[in-house]
């Protein structure tokens, strides 16, 4: 027995998933198929929701929106502590379930679920700090005025995830999201929705109230745009491509909107850097979960007095970094999600060799989303893998002259999420760090991100705004102000 036996039935032999809408799990009209990356067997199949269905969430979370924002703050925190708990005795059916349907390795879904369950403890202390403020009103016309900025929940808050952290991405928005007191519609991606079905049971054995939460499946053609152009959608937060995101931002209308798209994350690696740090660094950045991480490091500039002895290290170090199946324990690099995915970065890769980069390791695509950890020197500007998103396992070396050119090409892009620097010159390192264009800059360690704790997000096409337990929840709060006129 589990307690997700109920959103799930067997039908010719298929295990089949159903929806969450208004504390109801539904049925829709079609489903489809959620394939595993590593054997390409089908793992179940899910509700293919229609307009119909999304109409039904969106009214579900419109009528509840006033019974969320009504709690306490304490009665929000106690449904996340919950759910957290909850998530911890169930952890093994999620990590089983993300192993399956991402692809991941057992190491990879464990690290996912227990950021969740982190995130969701956090998030419930941090529910208990909304505050406003009270204002004195300090000049001639209002001098004897006081006003007060209350924050209010924001309503209707959608909820797009992507593919790549299944679980933690969708939590990352839910959780800020019932702290501030919204009721939320969740639309997973399609390669793997079904944690985050599990998770909508997690959240209603957790207390919430019906309708506050909705986990709807189904395709973004057909239902996307429907969803994000609804006058009854106050909120979209979207974590995907800078593609979607763009096309998302021109039609959502008069909605807050939170964006967290691609980046292009760029190593500075100088000559006095610690060498063996920045070389274990960059391959991790590079490689970690096949390089399919917003954060993942895709340009490596090393200054050129070093980029010989650096490209070797990184060959040497590479090697350790196995290829394979993702449920053989001793793989660090499994397949992408898909065959589309792997066919972008092999595209990629061509195009580079064909304008004069020399491919040293890896280099080949095999069946499914199987693409081997790969080393390119030489990159250059005309080659579109310096500029397009990788979303692969490539380690992208580009020689620079010195620093300022280092500054340069990294500030070209147009992502501006995620960078990183190697030096042990603090002085230098603060000075760059201040003056390279991305969300976070790290220093002596590739981007990575954690519970969120710092805030993270990018500019220009990686995104509006910065995700974090504190500063999800204060995105996801609006100021009403409330005046006392004294005569
Ligand atoms: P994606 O193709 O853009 O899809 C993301 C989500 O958006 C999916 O749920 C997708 O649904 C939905 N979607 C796509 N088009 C839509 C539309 N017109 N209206 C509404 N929803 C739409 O991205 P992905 O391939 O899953 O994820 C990889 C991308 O996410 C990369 O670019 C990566 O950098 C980015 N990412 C960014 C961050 C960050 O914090 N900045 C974190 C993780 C990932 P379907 O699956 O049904 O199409």
Redesign the pocket.
């Given at each position: 027995m589990s307690i997700f036996d109920s959103i799930r039935f067997v039908r010719n032999n298929e295990t089949i998933y159903k929806i969450l809408i208004n504390g109801q799990w539904l049925e829709a009209s079609e489903t489809f198929e959620i394939k595993s990356p590593a054997d390409g067997s089908i793992v179940a199949r899910v509700q293919k929701a229609s307009q119909k269905e999304a109409e039904l969430a969106v009214q579900a979370a419109y009528d509840a929106r006033t019974k969320i924002a009504n709690l306490d703050a304490s009665e929000r925190a106690k449904i996340l502590d919950k759910a957290g708990d909850l998530l911890e005795q169930n952890k093994n059916e999620f990590i089983d379930i993300i192993m399956k349907e991402s692809g991941k390795t057992f190491k990879q879904a464990q690290g996912e679920v227990q950021a969740s369950i982190d995130r969701l403890h956090y998030a419930a202390d941090e529910s208990k700090e909304i505050r406003g403020e009270i204002i004195k009103g300090d000049v001639a016309s209002d001098k004897k005025s006081i006003g007060m900025a209350i924050k209010q929940s924001i309503g209707v808050l959608l909820a797009?995830?992507?593919?790549?952290?299944p679980l933690f991405?969708g939590i990352a928005k839910i959780a800020p999201g019932i702290a501030a007191g919204n009721s939320i519609i969740v639309?997973?991606?399609?390669?793997d929705p079904i944690c985050l079905l599990m998770f909508g049971k997690i959240m209603q054995e957790a207390g919430t109230p019906d309708g506050v939460i909705n986990v709807i499946t189904g395709?973004?053609s057909e239902i996307?745009?429907y969803?994000?152009s609804h006058p009854k959608i106050n909120m979209i937060s979207?974590?995907?491509?800078?593609?979607?995101g763009k096309?998302?931002a021109s039609i959502a209308g008069m909605k807050k909107l939170h964006l967290?798209?691609?980046?292009k994350a760029p190593a500075i690696v100088l000559e006095d850097c610690d060498f063996n740090l920045a070389v274990k660094e960059v391959v991790t950045g590079c490689l970690k979960y096949s390089g399919q991480r917003?954060d993942a490091i895709s340009r490596v500039l090393v200054v050129e007095s070093i980029a010989d002895k650096f490209v070797n290290a990184v060959l040497e170090e590479v090697k350790n970094w196995k290829f394979g199946d993702p449920r053989n324990p001793d793989t660090m690099v499994g397949p992408l999600i898909n065959e589309r995915a792997a066919k972008k970065v092999e595209d990629l890769v061509n195009d580079a060799i064909s304008k004069g980069a020399k491919l040293l390791y890896g280099g080949k695509r095999y069946a499914l989303g199987y693409y081997e950890p790969t080393v390119l020197d030489y990159v250059n500007r005309d080659m579109r893998i310096a500029w397009e998103?990788t979303?692969g396992p490539v380690v992208t070396i580009m020689r620079v002259k010195d620093l300022e050119e280092a500054i340069k090409i990294a500030n070209e892009s147009e992502y501006g999420?995620d960078a990183c620097i190697f030096t042990k010159d603090i002085d230098k390192a603060f000075d760059a760090a201040q003056r390279i264009e991305a969300g976070s800059v790290h220093i002596n360690a590739h981007p990575t991100h954690g519970l969120g704790i710092f805030p993270?997000?990018?500019d220009e096409s990686?995104?509006l705004g910065r995700?974090g337990i504190k500063y999800s929840i204060e995105d996801m709060t609006k100021i009403h102000t409330i005046v006392l006129h004294t005569h």
């Open positions: 797009i995830t992507p593919f790549n952290y991405t639309k997973p991606a399609s390669d395709s973004s996307g745009d969803l994000c979207f974590t995907g491509s800078s593609v979607a096309h998302i967290e798209l691609g980046g917003c998103e979303f999420l993270f997000g990018g990686s995104g995700e």
